[in-house]
């Protein structure tokens, strides 16, 4: 089973519309997790942690569930802008980060 | 902004030949990775590295790779007879001492083709 897994996608959605991503991890000993962006052959960029309290940056919102080993960023009022790969990432203790396959977004205008 | 910059940006080689690729950490980073993405799959961990060894390595970091840190500011890694396998984007990373914050700085990757 992959530590990380992700639906490829793509999403194809409007501008302004709401989207949702989720993500499953299979190591119950991941301690941190987070999203990254990927554009089109560039280089991965942190969007934003991921808090089991849930945390909002702007339009976007992370969840996390340990119970469930679920992770989830919702976007809300999509912009052309936001095109890009996101990638969910996992971390247990001192060990370096470990990626998903990522999902793509196109957001359409 | 510092930044974390690779060269080169783009390398062909011929299987069996040996490349060395280059990175520049942000400057008051302790902690250095490589990583690679074969084009159209995930980011792939290879090697972390920290007080002048490496701290962390993966199944695909074998004995053809290398990595070192030649001076106060060069981070490299070596293939030594490329496969390929190996064509792939290579990403330098960089992170605080702390990283439990998950914050890697990327640099833009080098791209190597091998023939």
């Known amino acids: 089973r992959k530590e990380v897994e992700q639906d490829p996608g793509p999403f194809n959605v409007p501008e302004g519309a709401t989207v949702a991503f989720n993500c499953t991890y299979s190591?119950?000993?991941?301690?941190?997790f987070f999203w990254y962006r990927q554009d089109c052959r560039k280089e991965p960029k942190l969007l934003m942690s991921?808090?089991?309290s849930g945390n909002e940056d702007g339009r976007f919102t992370a969840q996390l569930n340990r119970a469930s080993q679920y992770i989830s960023l919702l976007i809300r009022d999509s912009k052309l802008s936001d095109s890009a790969t996101y990638l969910c990432v996992v971390k247990r203790g001192r060990r370096a980060l470990t990626f998903g396959s990522g999902t793509r977004l196109q957001v359409q205008p | 902004e510092p930044e974390v910059t690779q060269t080169p940006s783009h390398q062909v080689t011929q299987m069996g030949q040996e490349v060395i690729l280059r990175c520049v950490p942000i400057s008051n980073h302790l902690y250095f990775y490589w990583y690679r993405q074969i084009l159209g799959q995930k980011v792939e961990f290879l090697v972390s590295f920290y007080n002048n060894e490496i701290s962390e390595k993966s199944e695909i970091f074998d004995d053809q790779f290398s990595v070192e840190r030649p001076d106060g500011s060069n981070f490299t890694l070596k293939i030594r007879s490329t496969k390929l396998e190996d064509s792939a984007m290579y990403f330098c990373?960089?992170?605080?001492?702390?990283?439990?914050?998950?914050?890697?700085?990327f640099g833009e990757g080098s791209r190597l083709t091998v023939l």
């Open positions: 990373a960089s992170s605080e001492e702390r990283a439990d914050t998950g914050e890697l700085f």
């Open positions: 190591n119950s000993a991941s301690q941190s």
């Open positions: 991921v808090y089991s």
